[in-house]
């Protein structure tokens, strides 16, 4: 590394930590690969930037998205993140795979290091800030509209949830253009991570994104579940409440008990790097069983904190695309909460190979295969809800069944791992690498695919391109299989996992089937790009306005597409559950009120913008010792908080008669709308009202 | 039309079939299903008896999901159709209790599994275990034979039918130790150490790996199980201590240092109580 260049004000910033420098200077495949990304961060910012201003669009982003406290809005700029994450890290997983492919009995075009940089940065965008958002963003989108609730119990804190999330996910990117990431892998194992084995930037990159995620998810955790507590409409008792709504409140309890360990890891793995602490050293009495310890503490609730909105994803699509009520609601709900309840007794069986006693192995392997047990359950519950049903093979519905087949098969190796004899063969091997990506690929990634195809019409208006998708779900399932069925052998042969060149000439078949794969999952994204371009092209002869394209069962298909800023003109009162889906078929869903009122709503906020830029910044400037920077952007948040605490006017009205004209509106296009039957759903015929038997 | 799809279909069938025919099974001679020592194939068995027992998990999903999705497809007017059915007891009972007795099952077997394969666990024999401590440093493994006062770099000897004690510690970030024809992997970390049971059954050159990432070198940092009879063993030690090389000070830095071996190196003698040296070294060092 050269000289910094100007200490005092740019900390350990040389010239050197950027990699056009670098590339400049020594121009291999390797360094260019690194230009390039960058470069491509940096266009894309300018890009967007320059589009911006030429459509004027400045004040619209400001007033519109960035600033509003709309949990629809929120929900939506989180899924964005997420879509901009997933890119990256699957353009990073194509370079891993093909370096492997590439680099048998020999170094291939990508540097040991910088190999390294692309599985840690791969594995931590996919979880923090690829599932995360995406989850995030689906529950603040649905769950107030499936309560019947007009917004959640903290919008300012959940702007703030946002603009954290997406500070952590800019540090990721600015990771890319100035210095380099951690080789410590997704979690970041000390000492391998502490000062005296990696001094550079890249661990502090890590630890501050990480940070930023986690208390992003923390927030996010109590924000819903006292939104669940607290703001279901009347009549909506927790035993009507929709299966993502519960999966949901699940979600938000793990997330408020699991991510302060990985809080505490973190900040733990900071003082020893920052200040000479020893948690975590070798030296000291600093013990690194404590990291492991406390990072699976969050790492395994963290497993069902992305899957568990995606079970309630899959109950909401099986049953509307079944046209039938959820089977077994509350052994579903009962299978849930016990699935919360286990996922934080099973975390040592991260590292049975450290060495503790059989006995304890023995425990945390049987309480491991426990869960599986509700989590099969669960299984059967969507296949008895297809049964006596008339199933519509939608492009939600196939990712739910791709899903049930697929993931069955990643519990199988998950009962292989849970036997710490067999753990001890595969530890750490690719077929470690293989078990999880089973899944988490069909059981967040497809969950989330599905939920985003099922629920688009109602956030946007329109419905998406239906040919597309299914190419794009055909893609993503064959290329998983691809892709990670060829790891589970290349494990069981013993294959390592994070390995940068292949020494064994025997896993060559292998890791070219895998590469394969690689390319179909990138060509399934690709796809999915290609459908939301199609969409927005052909969106006239799409829409759903009355906002019921599904024949959906829940609260949030009573309202227009999109939604109204305040979600429901009054209020809902419910008698039972998917008590809109039987409204169209007892009563009239769609009666106007009696009258119209003013309604409360918050009022846009600079303050999560302020303090999610700044919290960014004091991450850049502690990767960077600019310790200027750190102290001024922690006193810009501590004294917005401040400021924000004296304001009074935090709400604003929207008059009863805003409301009736946009009520009203809606209600015309309902009455004029052609009511259609299932079978025609996915033609353009399909305006968003649903014709029913009575 | 048809017919270049069933062609694309052929070829996609062909392309994933190749490997399996071009030496997919190449691949797996290098896993614990070649295995060459009674603790891999014990973990081999264990493995088959639980993937019997998964066939009966998985199949029911694997055939149900796609006959009933099929069979009450929406165009299918033949069949009954029950909107508002949603809960049975027969089927609840049948969805809750198989699984709940199956890991009943499993769990017992996991039980003894565990017990019995337990890495600290010394294998059952008449003669004592050959001791063999290992230090894990970046990014190569140094295997001293405290016995016989050898060590060697990248290569560990044992006899055939003999059990070998291994001592694990790291002189470095935390590793991992997989010699998968042999036995599972374990955790070697600084300051502590680990231990690990192992038996070859027949004669061979067996891999042997680090399973935890450790940066640069990691790749590189594999090494061979030689398994001789004992007289090859015997010839061996001898071999290593007629070499007249041993881990001085002067070597010792050079092994210790951050560097992959590339080849295996071998030592006529070690200073007394150098794993106990090496164990507590790092843990002296206050930058790490």
Same mark, same amino acid.
């Given at each position: ?694 | ?84 059915? *949603? %809960? ?6 049948? $969805?809750? +209790?198989? @699984?709940? &007795?199956?890991?009943?099952? !499993? ?109 640069? *070198? %990691? ?6 199980? $030689?398994? +001789?009879? @004992?007289? &090859?063993?015997?010839?061996? !030690? ?51």
């Amino acid at each position: 590394m050269s000289a910094p260049v100007w200490p005092a004000l740019l900390g350990r910033f040389a010239w050197d930590s950027l990699p056009f420098v670098r590339a400049w200077q020594n121009p291999t495949i390797n360094e260019l690969i690194g230009a390039g990304a960058a470069a491509m961060v940096v266009v894309g910012v300018v890009f967007v930037v320059l589009l911006l201003t030429r459509l004027d669009r400045w004040r619209w982003l400001w007033s519109k998205w960035l600033t509003s406290l709309d949990h629809k809005k929120i929900g939506i700029l989180y899924v964005v993140i997420a879509l901009v994450m997933l890119a990256r890290a699957l353009v990073e997983a194509n370079l891993m795979r093909l370096q492997q492919a590439v680099a048998i009995g020999n170094p291939g075009f990508v540097a040991p290091e910088h190999f390294a940089e692309l599985f840690s940065t791969h594995g931590s965008i996919m979880i923090f800030f690829m599932a995360m958002p995406f989850l995030t963003g689906l529950i603040n989108y649905l769950v107030p509209l499936q309560i019947g609730a007009r917004d959640v119990a903290f919008p300012l804190l959940n702007a703030i949830g946002l603009w954290l999330t997406g500070a952590g996910a800019a540090l990721m990117m600015v990771s890319l253009v100035i210095g380099r990431f951690s080789t410590g892998g997704w979690s970041g194992y000390p000492p391998f991570t502490e000062i005296g084995f990696n001094p550079g930037v890249g661990p502090d990159y890590w630890i501050w994104a990480v940070t930023l995620g986690s208390i992003a998810s923390t927030l996010t955790g109590i924000n819903i579940a006292v939104t669940i507590y607290k703001m279901r409409c009347p009549g909506m008792t927790l035993m009507r409440m929709p299966l993502f709504a519960w999966t949901s409140l699940c979600t938000a309890i793990l997330m408020i008990f699991a991510m302060p360990p990985l809080t505490i890891a973190t900040a733990l793995l900071a003082l020893d790097r920052y200040l000479g602490f020893h948690f975590f050293t070798n030296a000291l009495g600093g013990n690194m069983m404590n990291y492991a310890n406390l990072f699976w503490m969050f790492g395994h609730p963290e497993v069902y904190i992305v899957v568990l909105p995606a079970f309630g994803i899959y109950s909401e699509v099986v049953s509307t695309f079944s046209s039938k009520e959820l089977y077994g609601y509350t052994s579903l709900v009962i299978a849930t909460m016990a699935i919360a309840v286990l996922s934080f007794t099973v975390w040592l069986h991260h590292f049975f190979t450290m060495g503790q006693s059989p006995s304890i192995n023995a425990a945390f392997g049987i309480a491991t295969m426990t869960i599986g047990v509700p989590t099969g359950v669960k299984i059967y519950n969507w296949i008895w809800t297809m049964f006596r049903g008339e199933v519509r093979f939608t492009t939600p519905m196939w990712y739910a069944l791709a899903f049930m087949m697929t993931f069955v098969l990643g519990g199988l190796t998950g009962i292989i791992l849970a036997f710490p004899p067999l753990d001890y063969v595969v530890h750490n091997t690719l077929f470690l690498v293989a078990h999880f990506h089973n899944m988490l690929i069909p059981g967040t990634l497809y969950g989330m695919l599905a939920a985003y195809t099922f629920w688009f019409p109602k956030a946007f208006g329109f419905r998406l391109n239906e040919r597309w998708g299914r190419i794009s779900c055909a893609c993503w399932v064959l290329g998983f299989y691809l892709a990670f069925m060829p790891l589970y052998v290349l494990g069981a042969a013993g294959m390592a996992r994070r390995t940068q060149a292949v020494m064994e000439t025997a896993y060559r078949p292998w890791l070219y089937v895998a590469e394969i794969g690689a390319l179909v999952l990138f060509f399934a994204f690709a796809a999915l790009i290609v459908q939301l371009w199609v969409s927005i092209r052909q969106r006239d002869a799409n829409r759903v306005f009355p906002g019921d394209p599904w024949d959906g069962r829940g609260l949030e298909w009573s309202t227009s597409a999109p939604p109204p800023e305040y979600n429901f003109a009054r209020r809902p009162v419910v008698d039972q559950p998917h008590w809109f889906f039987d409204a169209k078929r007892k009563e009239a869903p769609y009666a106007p009120p009696a009258e119209y009122h003013d309604i409360e709503m918050p009022r846009n906020s600079a303050v999560a913008p302020i303090i999610g830029i700044a919290s960014g910044a004091v991450g850049f400037a502690l990767v960077w010792h600019i310790w200027w920077l750190a102290i001024l952007g922690m006193l810009v948040v501590i004294g917005t908080v401040i400021a924000r605490s004296f304001v009074r006017d935090t709400h604003r009205i929207i008059p009863a008669r805003a409301v009736e004209r946009t009520e009203r509106g809606w209600l015309e296009a309902v009455a004029k709308a052609r009511p259609i039957p299932r079978e025609i759903e996915t033609s353009p015929a399909n305006q968003g009202v649903a014709l029913v038997t009575r | 039309m048809d017919r270049e799809r069933r062609i694309l279909n052929r070829a996609a069938a062909l392309l994933v079939a190749l490997p399996l025919l071009l030496g997919g099974c190449a691949a797996l001679k290098l896993g614990v299903m070649n295995h060459a020592g009674p603790v891999a194939a014990d973990e081999w068995h264990v493995y088959l008896i639980l993937a019997v027992v998964l066939i009966f998990v998985a199949g029911p999903v694997l055939l149900l999901v796609p006959l009933i999705a099929y069979h009450y497809r929406i165009s299918n007017k033949g069949d009954a159709f029950r909107p508002d059915w *949603g %809960f049975s007891w027969p089927l609840e009972i049948l $969805i809750w +209790l198989p @699984p709940i &007795g199956i890991v009943i099952g !499993l769990s017992v077997l996991l039980w003894s599994a565990t017990h019995r394969l337990d890495p600290y666990r010394p294998l059952p024999a008449n003669l004592p275990p050959i001791e063999v401590q290992v230090v894990a440093l970046d990014w190569k493994w140094l295997f001293i034979y405290p016995d016989e006062h050898v060590a060697a770099v990248n290569q560990l000897a044992i006899p055939v039918g003999r059990a070998v004690h291994l001592s694990l510690t790291s002189g470095t970030v935390m590793q991992s130790l997989l010699i998968p024809q042999l036995a599972g992997q374990i955790y070697a970390m600084a300051g502590m150490r680990t231990h690990l049971h192992l038996a070859a059954s027949r004669p061979g050159v067996f891999r042997g790996e680090n399973t935890q990432f450790n940066g640069g *070198g %990691f790749h590189e940092q594999t090494f061979d199980v $030689i398994a +001789l009879q @004992p007289p &090859g063993y015997r010839r061996w !030690l001898t071999r290593v201590r007629a070499a007249r090389h041993p881990l001085d000070s002067r070597a010792l830095a050079r092994v210790t240092s951050r560097s992959v071996a590339p080849r295996p190196d071998f030592f006529s003698s070690v200073p007394p109580g150098l794993f106990e040296h090496l164990m507590t070294a790092s843990t002296q060092d206050h930058a790490r």
